[in-house]
């Protein structure tokens, strides 16, 4: 059915923006944190969707397997590795968030500004 | 033979689907966390085994059908423990069963 | 069949996604993006990805789940409401989910074996591994071999975010109060049924990571989801304990010598093939059969891997849970 071909591509842009507006519409310091990795999300869905052969398995040799077809295994290296750096990334993206909450007070935006504006 | 497990692993399954139904429409219709938290706890339970047996079932006798009974025996390993877990959490937090609570408090 | 299902995941994580935006609770945010992570892991295994769909399971679903907890105990749990209504992030964001969208039917269709992205290298990668390395799991040879030298760059951003959080949150040390050995407070000691279990639980936890650490060339695994899942394990005997047990089983310099140790193991390697007369991690002159080497060149270096990501990850949440309030 058509739309099959392209849903996944769809879900992609719409869990895309959905992170962007929360980091960009949210004063919340954690809240931004949780947008960004929603949106590392959605581009891993993007490059797993684009390696998928159909009537193809995961890229594993096997034994009692005849098929000859696998899905790409390029985009799964790459997104492995996306997916440990991005931890990496949210680790000390909270670590800052923790300081600057012990520095200021609060983890609200709006507020930050305020109280460095004075 | 294989027409019998087939149609014994479907009934498996179909059964511990509606199991599972049963605990997601429990979850959302019980007034209570505590009452909730029983309704849910029938998908970890009853649920994870039916499913899993009419698995093991369509696996046959291989290698996988003893990872799924390892799955098997830690779900219902930690499942109830994660349920005594919440539950005492919410004790400590102070949120109290349905029928030990006043007329005078509003749900929570 | 597996379309509809995949289809049906999809809804639910978008469903979910739309929930942790708009909960004020952030609590409840952080349980809902598990439960999101957990989504996108099957939604990657239905699309044939199975070293992925365990990464994200072991990583977004465990380690980051507990690393948010970690920074909310130190910092607020609910989300003040803004008080200004703006209208100008809905826009932008519409418009721009309206361009994505377009741009997505140029787009292939999902599966598409005549897609331009499965010319060029990846027949290749899938032509050669047999000769070259002989192991089963491409993604595995393509991570530790044919691509090694970005895996090793990574394995280096592993160690600066540990490092990073070291130097933010500080040691981890803990006070030591005098009569904590017979405390029965501390950690989860008072609840029995926790503590039984999770104490049976926590060898066989361990023994899955080593599984997976190990049978990464045949399967599913490798370093990185081996790291995650040991680390766990090492988290749950801290959530169990308390804080300065955990610290005592496992101090924070050994952590640290665990995190600078997998990367040196695994630039050591790479020198090790310049010092036998090959390329800088060139496995192919660690043994008198190339293909036997490779193996063994792979070996060496998911070891380092699952070294240095346990070594940071458990560094990490010491740093986060030994912080004082």
Do not use: C
Request: glycine share 10%.
């Amino acid at each position: 059915m058509a739309v099959f071909e392209l849903f996944n591509y769809w879900v992609f842009a719409i869990l895309l923006m959905i992170g962007f507006y929360a980091v960009i519409a949210k004063p919340n310091l954690i809240k931004k944190l949780i947008g960004l990795s929603l949106f590392q999300s959605a581009v891993f869905l993007l490059y797993i969707s684009m390696g998928r052969v159909e009537g193809g398995t995961a890229p594993i040799f096997s034994d009692n397997a005849e098929t000859a077809l696998f899905s790409n295994p390029l985009p799964q290296v790459l997104i492995l590795t996306a997916i440990v750096v991005g931890i990496s990334t949210l680790a000390l993206g909270l670590g800052i968030v923790v300081r600057i909450r012990e520095e200021y007070g609060s983890i609200e935006e709006n507020e930050i500004a305020e109280i460095d504006r004075r | 033979m294989d027409l019998f497990i087939d149609v014994l692993s479907w009934t498996l399954l179909t059964l511990g689907g509606l199991a599972v139904l049963v605990g997601g429409i429990g979850a959302l219709r019980m007034p209570d966390l505590y009452t909730r938290m029983h309704a849910a706890s029938v998908t970890d339970s009853l649920g994870a085994i039916l499913v899993i047996a009419g698995i093991m079932l369509q696996a046959g006798l291989s290698l996988a059908t003893i990872k799924l009974a390892a799955i098997l025996l830690f779900l219902l390993l930690t499942s109830p423990t994660s349920s005594n877990a919440l539950a005492s959490a919410a004790l400590l937090a102070g949120t109290k069963p349905l029928s030990e609570r006043s007329d005078a408090e509003g749900e929570s | 069949m597996t379309e509809i299902f995949g289809t049906f995941l999809l809804s639910l994580l978008v469903i979910t996604a739309v929930a942790i935006v708009r909960t004020k609770n952030l609590f409840v945010a952080v349980m809902l993006m598990s439960i999101a992570s957990l989504l996108i892991a099957a939604v990657f295994f239905l699309l044939d990805a199975a070293d992925v769909a365990l990464t994200e399971a072991a990583v977004g679903a465990g380690i980051s789940t507990v690393l948010f907890l970690g920074a909310l105990a130190l910092t607020f749990e609910r989300e003040r409401p803004s008080a200004t209504k703006r209208a100008l992030p809905v826009i932008v964001t519409v418009i721009a989910a309206l361009v994505v969208i377009y741009a997505t039917f140029d787009k292939p269709r999902l599966g598409d074996p005549e897609a331009p992205v499965h010319r060029h290298v990846a027949p290749w990668y899938l032509e050669k591994t047999p000769e070259y390395v002989d192991i089963p799991n491409v993604v595995t040879a393509v991570l530790g071999t044919f691509r090694g030298y970005d895996t090793l760059g990574e394995v280096f951003v592993v160690f600066t975010a540990g490092i990073g959080v070291l130097f933010l949150l500080g040691y981890g040390r803990v006070t030591r109060s005098a009569d904590e050995e017979t405390e029965i407070n501390v950690g989860l000691r008072h609840h029995l049924i926790p503590r039984t279990v999770g104490r049976l639980l926590i060898p066989f936890i361990l023994l899955f990571g080593l599984y997976v650490q190990f049978h990464g060339e045949y399967g599913p695994g490798g370093g990185f989801q081996a790291g995650a899942i040991i680390a766990a394990s090492m988290i749950l005997y801290a959530l169990l304990e308390g804080e300065r047990h955990a610290l005592d089983v496992l101090p924070q310099r050994l952590l640290l010598g665990l995190m600078a140790g997998g990367a040196i193991l695994y630039t050591g390697v790479g020198i090790l093939g310049m010092l036998l007369g090959g390329n800088f991690l060139d496995y192919s002159v660690l043994s008198d059969n190339p293909v036997a080497g490779q193996q063994l060149g792979i070996i060496l270096i998911e070891a380092g891997v699952g070294i240095t990501v346990t070594g940071t990850l458990l560094a990490i949440f010491h740093a986060f849970a030994a912080r004082e309030r």
